[in-house]
């Protein structure tokens, strides 16, 4: 039987409903995110709905307070190296700043990291801050390269 722990911060996919719960509200405390109205977030809920098992968002909820506390997603490329192989993307991991060091990133990753590999990718990777260079090591992830970006806006 599991722990109360446990059951109280289970590790489940985003539901419609999250945007209630202050799903855009925890975003925000990872980077810039506007105000997303009912209908956009149904809209964008929708679309990556459709994407299946190849793009998924995870939270997690406290049960006591019905807030989402810690999030991140995965995607899955398809490509044509390594005999049509896929690759996961982790993005948007993100736990809130009041239950930070109780493991939830750690259950987000997991979550992420399985499901990646359930799908049959051959590897997952994610970019990361300085900051959180540690976390994601003891996660079992490795330093690889250097990151590039060009933005638009």
Partial sequence: ????????????????SDKGKGFI?????????DSVSDKEFEDRFQELSSLGDDHVICVIEDELSGKIIASGS???EKK???NCGKVGHIEDV???SSTRGKQLGKKVINFLT???????????ILDCSLEN???YEKCGFKQKEVQMVMYFI
Avoid: P, T, W
């Fill in 1 to 16: 039987m599991q722990n109360s722990e446990e059951q109280k911060f289970r590790v489940r996919k985003l539901e419609i």
């Fill in 25 to 33: 509200e925890l975003l925000q405390q990872l980077s810039v995110c």
């Fill in 74 to 76: 995965v995607f899955i």
């Fill in 80 to 82: 044509f190296l390594r």
């Fill in 94 to 96: 993100v736990v809130d």
């Fill in 114 to 124: 399985d499901h990646a590999r359930s799908m049959g990718c051959y590897k997952v």
């Fill in 133 to 135: 260079k540690l976390f």
